[in-house]
């Protein structure tokens, strides 16, 4: 989802656009020798390839040109229109629309006359489907196994008929509010996470409709809260500890689970109350009166912020959850180590000793990029009863301009912070303000994080129209397209400096016939062979649909030269998001949100062209015709 919200960051730290024009200038004088410098960041890919290093499936790591991707481009000219469209070589199959039955209750259809009651929607696939994981039954099946996927929003009038909604006015503009608190938790259901069982059966993914392991997470499902922040008054508020809301990115454990980011939470609480007025941390944190106009508040008074302990109510919100897919009478534990922020995803890797260090995108425009570093080697840690991601230290990223960067420790014992808060519990519930005092680097609106096979960490900065300061080094004034950005950490993901560099900029892709066009970045994945996909969540160029295209981090061009192939499109109105593959790699899982916007006049997908179904977002399950690997 790409909301359009005010800056909440006022902190006056300096923006990554002007640290990049100083960078950039820089950059022309110093590629030349840094290239030549065998293990300096710039020149670590070619290093690599050059000796041939790591072999992949198709041979030799290297470039695109040495056999990395080997498929033909959906080309500019084919991407657009109602259905989905995918590169020759290749073929889809669509699988768990939203309202799909998991526990053997009806399925919802997309018939425009009726939708998901609240039983029904707890028991079905929810909407917007996002980031998501597949965990294999058996540890090397490819065949068989959860799938664990987030939910991240669902527009009013699109989950709910007619006869629940209120037509309202409010400040000038049309809004559509549920009517009761029967279409509030139609609404509340339809957001969350669901775990579900699926397999290939005679050569086609399904659903394993009542299978002991599909369940569905929302905000009215028990939680858990773990590290720092559990038991503090921070988030005693009056309600029992429920749910999970605007579940947006994702990551996964070395151990097994699933973690799903709550990203813009602060959407779903408002007030009833016209005088009420947010707090500087509420306001930090983009809670305002009036959210985004979901009106769970009018029914559900945990949502009304200006009600008593309601304040600690939101603190809930904005966490990493942990969610076991193997054990489905076990609680989602908020992993409050890691932060509140507007978490878009986490990309967890294994750092030196053993550490597990977690990178981590804060989706809004100027907010910053994160790492957290468990205490110590992370088998050691469970071995002792204790969760890797409950004791650790939180960084946030400062970018120097000469190309090296800082990893800014959030804690209590920093006499910066120690002025502000009086616990660690606080400073993680109000990482953003915490960030701020350390002088971290505003940057345009990041998105995935995803750790690459050669160790550099690739972010997407989906874009920020809002940029007004630029030079004549920088192209990103205003940065409407975003661009890539990478960092290589020190000390195996463990230290507290790091070398970046920009991977790509997306708007040097589309000039005139410029067949690798894209816009707005957003879902990112490194394959362990060097493939770099991308996904778009934004208009994109030439008549585009949204898209996923593969890249090569071995790729030597400039930002602006670099190679870039669409293998998928989407459907006019849709965002592409969430990627996960089969143990083998030749299953790839993507979906597509919010297609056609809800519009059947724009797009019936996936139901037939012509029916009058509404569209329903949904997963495609993507095989190479020849049976390879997804990419090549
Ligand atoms: Fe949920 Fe920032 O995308
Ligand atoms: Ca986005
Ligand atoms: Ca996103």
Not at 162 to 186: F, I, M
Not at 539 to 565: C, H, T, W, Y
């Amino acid at each position: 989802m790409s909301h359009d919200e005010e800056i909440s960051n006022k902190s006056g730290n300096r923006p990554f656009d002007e640290v990049l024009g100083v960078y950039a200038s820089r950059r022309k004088l110093l590629v030349g020798s840094l290239t030549l410098a065998a293990g300096s960041f710039l020149s670590g890919g070619s290093a690599m390839a050059a000796k041939g290093g790591k072999k992949g499936p198709n041979g030799p790591v290297g470039q695109f040109r040495e056999g990395l991707s080997n498929f033909t481009p959906v080309p500019v000219a084919e991407g657009s229109g109602p259905m989905p469209n995918i590169a020759e070589e290749y073929d889809y199959q669509v699988l768990i629309p939203w309202g799909t039955s998991i526990n053997g209750g009806p399925s919802y259809d997309g018939d425009p006359l009726t939708r998901p009651t609240s039983q029904e929607q707890a028991n079905q696939i929810g909407i917007g489907h996002d980031g998501m994981w597949f965990f294999p039954k058996n540890r090397r099946s490819n065949d068989h196994g959860m799938l664990a996927i987030n939910h991240e929003f669902g527009d009013n009038r699109h989950v709910l008929p007619a006869h629940l909604l209120d037509e309202v006015d409010r400040g000038g503009q049309t809004v559509y509010l549920p009517k009761d608190l029967e279409a509030t938790r139609r609404s509340q259901h339809a957001h969350g996470v669901s775990v579900v069982e699926i397999a290939r059966k005679k050569g086609s993914w399904q659903l394993l409709n009542g299978s002991r392991y599909n369940r569905r997470i929302h905000v009215n499902t028990e939680v858990a809260f773990s590290g720092p922040v559990a038991g503090s008054d921070l988030i005693d508020s009056p309600w029992p500890m429920m749910g999970t809301v605007n579940n947006c990115a994702n990551g996964y454990t070395p151990w097994g689970t699933y973690l799903t980011c709550e990203e813009n939470f602060n959407g779903y609480f408002a007030s009833t109350d016209s005088n009420w007025v947010a707090d500087e941390m509420q306001d930090r944190y983009g809670i305002n009166a009036r959210g985004f106009d979901y009106g769970w508040e009018l029914h559900d008074p945990r949502f009304d912020i200006s009600q008593p302990g309601n304040d600690k109510e939101a603190n809930r919100f904005g966490w990493i959850v942990e969610i076991d897919p193997m054990d489905p009478s076990s609680r989602p534990i908020k992993r409050t180590a890691l932060g509140r922020v507007k978490h878009e995803g986490v990309a967890l890797t294994v750092g030196r000793g053993g550490r597990a260090v977690a990178y981590m995108g804060d989706d809004q425009r100027f907010d910053y990029i994160y790492k957290f570093v468990s205490l110590s080697n992370w088998k050691s840690m469970r071995a002792q009863g204790l969760s890797p991601l409950d004791h650790g230290s939180l960084y946030v990223a400062r970018f120097n301009d000469d190309g090296s960067g800082n990893w800014l420790e959030l804690t209590i014992d920093n006499p910066l912070l120690a002025g502000k808060f009086a616990t660690q519990a606080e400073v993680l519930t109000y990482a953003r303000v915490a960030a701020d005092l350390l002088g971290a680097t505003p940057m345009d609106r990041p998105e995935w994080t995803t750790v690459a096979p050669n160790g550099d960490v690739y972010c997407t900065l989906t874009n920020n129209s809002q940029r007004t300061q630029a030079n004549g080094a920088n192209p990103l004034a205003p940065n409407s397209d975003g661009h890539i950005i990478r960092w290589r950490d020190s000390d195996k993901h463990v230290g507290a400096t790091f070398e970046w560099d920009i991977f790509i900029i997306a708007r040097d892709t589309h000039s005139d016939g410029d067949e690798r066009t894209f816009s707005d970045p957003d879902g990112l994945w490194a394959d362990p062979d060097g493939r770099l996909f991308i996904q778009t969540d934004g208009g994109q160029k030439k008549g585009l649909n949204n898209q996923m295209l593969v890249a090569s981090i071995f790729d030597e061009g400039a930002p602006g030269e670099l190679e870039v192939k669409r293998l998928f499109t989407g459907v006019s109105g849709d965002e592409i998001t969430g990627i996960t593959v089969t143990p083998d790699r030749r299953t790839m899982f993507i979906n597509t949100q919010h297609p056609g916007n809800g519009d059947p006049a724009v797009t019936n997908f996936p139901a037939p062209q012509g029916s009058n179904k509404i569209p329903r977002d949904c997963t495609f399950v993507i095989t190479r015709k020849d049976g390879g690997i997804i990419g090549s």
